[in-house]
T-cell receptor
Framework: NAGVTQTPKFQVLKTGQSMTLQCAQD?????MSWYRQDPGMGLRLIHY???????DQGEVPNGYNVSRSTTEDFPLRLLSAAPSQTSVYFC?????????????FGPGTRLLVL | AQSVTQLGSHVSVSEGALVLLRCNYS??????LFWYVQYPNQGLQLLLK??????LVKGINGFEAEFKKSETSFHLTKPSAHMSDAAEYFC??????????????FGQGTRLTINP
């Protein structure tokens, strides 16, 4: 049971480039989410999914796209990278959307946009 | 809108000393409250959560937190710090009535350093 896995661990992009951050979980969780973590700001929700084929926006969705074709995978796409997207990105999953449900986080992807 | 404030971005204690990490939330209705820990180069891990069942919540690794409605606080404590407790700690809240565990509102984090 690998839990939540993310690739790559670290990436450097040039402004305007696109890329996809990968996230996978093997716990058969319905809910998956993407957060970004910036110094002094905690984690902020980018997009989330409540099941295959269903996604919705979080607090800071601009510049990012998501899709959920399978229960296991939830990739995050940066369409045209900007320096403001330099951050650490975390994927998380939970069994359900019950408010007190525990979320399981991946190890993160550190992204630097030059 | 719900907000979470963690007092002190850095806290340093000696090994064996009391650990106290402060968290206050802004809401007239007590939300669900959580403490997460992030060890270096790892994702966040749940320490404990308050779900209105009991005001004193015990978590993993000897940590506990007490919910105080009158102070809108949910401070995290551990009686005796261990070197392995060095990490970043996040307080988070989920407003009452909001569906979806993913919609947590996080504080800015407190980095805990343990001095030998």
């Amino acid at each position: 049971n690998a839990g939540v896995t993310q690739t790559p661990k670290f990436q450097v992009l040039k402004t305007g480039q696109s890329m996809t951050l990968q996230c996978a979980q093997d716990m058969n969780h319905e809910y998956m989410s993407w957060y970004r973590q910036d110094p002094g700001m905690g984690l902020r929700l980018i997009h989330y999914s409540v099941g295959a084929g269903i996604t919705d926006q979080g607090e800071v969705p601009n510049g990012y796209n998501v899709s959920r074709s399978t229960t296991e995978d939830f990739p995050l796409r940066l369409l045209s990278a900007a320096p403001s997207q330099t951050s650490v990105y975390f994927c998380a999953s939970s069994y359900s959307g019950v408010p007190t449900e525990t979320q399981y986080f991946g190890p993160g992807t550190r992204l630097l946009v030059l | 809108a719900q907000s979470v404030t963690q007092l002190g971005s850095h806290v340093s204690v000696s090994e064996g000393a009391l650990v106290l990490l402060r968290c206050n939330y802004s809401s007239s209705v007590p939300p669900y409250l959580f403490w997460y820990v992030q060890y270096p180069n790892q994702g966040l891990q749940l320490l404990l959560k308050y779900t209105s069942a009991a005001t004193l919540v015990k978590g993993i690794n000897g940590f506990e937190a007490e919910f105080k409605k009158s102070e809108t606080s949910f401070h995290l404590t551990k009686p005796s710090a261990h070197m392995s407790d060095a990490a970043e700690y996040f307080c988070a809240a989920l407003p009452e009535g909001i569906q979806g565990a993913q919609k947590l509102v996080f504080g800015q984090g407190t980095r805990l350093t343990i001095n030998p």
